[in-house]
């Protein structure tokens, strides 16, 4: 991490594109289903901006009321202001509750839906973009948005219709100031259109910025031991100290774009309104207009006034709320390097778990120029063993990505009981093959549920029948909960050898026809690596498994044993034929096993 270069993930065709404020149209298929709410949420809004604009007519009415004899006139006068007032009341409230409503519930959709996208995503993509920057997406992003759809957007119609309304009335009320009020309406929009532009590339970068910190951040703190076991706690702070800087560097130059665009149009607004008054006092004392139209006049002028200025303001937050919109829009429109077919076909009940590949070939998208896999075909029957051996590099553990379909490659086939995967969806297929990782994954979870997620529906006996067959029982059973124990983030109060324990269970627990086993025992020790050797040989009988493994002594009882090198294979046989014939099998087997006795 340190010395890294961070910029923010943006092209410059990015920036183009954060100046259309257009692209909030892409939040319409997330409103389409609320159609109701939203209709109510307007109306709602209709009827607070046509009562709003009523009550300068009310005071009208009550200050040219004094001049009348009647007093009965002058109380109906007030009583209609008053329900004037009440109404505006009622209707604010009513908006705000539907607005507020409708904001909350379409940003929760707009996160579960990129979440969906993103947790089906392949590896390929994460090779592109860190992972802490889709999450500030999720979450940053989408609470801008929310302030917008829940806030903003439902006060920016409410000015505009009181906008327009008010410039219709002011012209009925005095076509003379109506006429003075509209030539300086081009004066303000100007500051509006150019610095506008400035804000919305401001407010792109600036959020781009944002979710560079939070990439960084995350990075880190989920390496926390690694960084303090290499004291980097310094160089590490250092980087997310100047990512931090440059993204609050980029908000105070956003900050000051609409400062400066908020000052210059109120400053312009309330100078047309003081000179507007003037004209009006003036047409006053001429008898040209009463008192009470000049007030009501006045609070039109005020209100349209207003309601620019609080446009200007929003105007900004429109921006922002666009570089979120299409932050959100790349993520559900990236498309996948690895799709599934519009109609997969499906496998045949029973699941034999016979494997092939046929001249396959790999590249990884990262490294491009070096083949991870160069022309590999293999056949693997229905229930048999087969080791995958060679040194690291060699295309071992890229068997397994392929086989889930993490990537394709870039030619060749391979087939799940005469099946080619392109055909199937990833469900089917994956379904039948159990992985155990050579780095386990644990949830932040109790230990029960996490043996669980090899097969959600099990019953708990399934699951310590799974422990027990993966020498996970006794540990577990030792824990101050037993199963139910909480066994923190990424399984940090477990030893590497437990977690590895656990992630056995929760394949055999599966019970798929395939399996997959990587490095499975790397971490047990020799008691434990016996104990789960004799389990993972009963759970192979009747089911096809690939096992994966540098150490040698784990591999020596499979049916064969394929030994890869540069992404090829270049030997194979069982055990003892390999050590026969010489070559990289016999040289690996002859350092393991001489160290095994030197050790001794």
């Known amino acids: 991490m340190a010395g890294q270069q961070h910029v923010p993930p943006q092209s410059a065709h990015d920036r183009e594109r954060s100046k259309r404020i257009g692209s909030l149209r892409a939040l319409g298929p997330f409103l389409a289903p609320y159609g109701a709410m939203l209709s109510a949420a307007i109306g709602a809004l209709v009827l607070t901006a046509l009562v709003s604009l009523t009550l300068p007519l009310a005071v009208r009415r009550v200050v040219d009321g004094f001049e009348t004899e009647s007093a009965a006139l002058l109380d109906t006068y007030f009583l209609a202001a008053l329900g004037i007032a009440v109404l505006l009341a009622l ?4 908006r705000y509750y539907l607005v507020t409503r409708l904001g909350e519930r379409v940003v929760a959709d707009i996160r579960k839906a990129v979440f969906n996208k993103m947790i089906g995503m392949s590896p390929a ?18 609470t801008l948005l929310l302030s917008v759809i829940s806030s903003s957007v439902s006060v920016a119609l409410r000015n ?64 926390v031991q690694i960084v303090q076991a290499f004291t980097h706690e310094r160089t590490s702070a250092s980087d997310f100290d100047r990512i931090t800087e440059r993204s609050f560097d980029s908000a105070k130059k956003r ?45 039109y002028a005020i209100m349209v006034a207003g309601s620019v200025g609080a446009l200007s303001e929003i105007w ?50 990262a490294r491009p120029e070096t083949a991870a896999l160069d022309g590999v075909s293999l056949t693997v029957e229905p229930g048999e063993t087969v080791a995958l051996v060679g040194p690291s590099g060699a295309g071992k553990s890229t068997v397994f990505q392929l086989l889930l379909r993490f990537y394709d490659p ?82 940090v109060m477990l030893s590497g050898g437990q977690k590895q324990r656990i992630a056995i269970a929760r394949a055999i627990l599966r019970d798929a026809p395939v399996l997959l ?6 971490a047990l020790d020799a008691e434990n690596e016996h104990a789960v050797q004799d389990a993972v040989a009963g759970l192979s009988a009747g089911r096809t498994t690939l096992i994966v493994a540098h150490r040698l002594a784990t591999v020596k009882q499979a049916d064969r044993i394929l030994v890869f090198d540069h992404g090829q294979i270049v030997a194979e046989g069982t055990h003892d034929s390999l050590v026969a014939q010489g070559g990289l099998y016999a040289r690996l087997a002859r350092l393991q096993f001489t160290e095994g006795r030197t050790a001794k």
Not at 91 to 94: A, D, N, R, S, Y
């Open 410 to 491: 870039q030619s060749g086939r391979i087939t799940l009981d005469g099946i080619d995967l392109r055909k199937m969806d990833r469900t089917t297929f994956r379904t039948a093959m159990a992985l155990v990782p050579q780095d386990p994954v644990i949830f932040a979870a109790t230990a029960r549920e996490n043996i669980r997620f090899g097969r959600p529906e099990a019953p708990d006996a399934q699951v310590e029948v799974a422990a027990r067959a993966a020498a996970a029982h006794g540990f577990l059973s030792a824990l101050p909960d037993g199963y139910d124990t909480y066994v923190g983030e990424r399984g």
């Open 125 to 142: 993509f994460y090779e592109k973009i860190v992972t802490g920057e889709v999450l500030s997406r999720i979450t940053t992003d989408t």
């Open 160 to 223: 505009l219709l009181i906008l327009i309304g008010g410039l219709i009335l002011m012209t009925a009320t005095s076509p003379k100031l109506a006429g003075a009020v509209l030539l300086i309406v081009p004066v303000i929009i100007v500051p509006i259109l150019v610095l506008g532009r400035r804000l919305r590339v401001l407010s792109r970068e600036n959020q781009d910025w944002i979710a560079e910190s939070s990439g960084n951040a995350s990075e880190a703190l989920l390496s």
């Open 517 to 522: 086993l990587d490095e499975a025992t790397s």
């Open 255 to 299: 900050i000051a774009t609409r400062a400066a665009m908020t000052v210059i149009v109120i400053s312009l607004v309330f100078a047309g309104v003081v000179g507007v008054l003037w004209i009006g006092a003036r047409d006053v004392r001429a008898d040209m207009m009463s008192i009470g139209e000049l007030i009501q006049f006045l609070i």
């Open 316 to 365: 900004g937050e429109l921006q922002r709320a666009s570089g979120a919109t299409e932050r959100l829009v790349e993520l559900l429109n990236t498309d996948d390097t690895v799709a599934d077919p519009p109609a997969g076909v499906a496998l045949p009940m029973a699941g034999r778990g016979s494997l092939r590949f046929k001249d396959v070939r790999f590249h990884y998208p």
């Open 91 to 94: 209707g604010t409230g009513l």
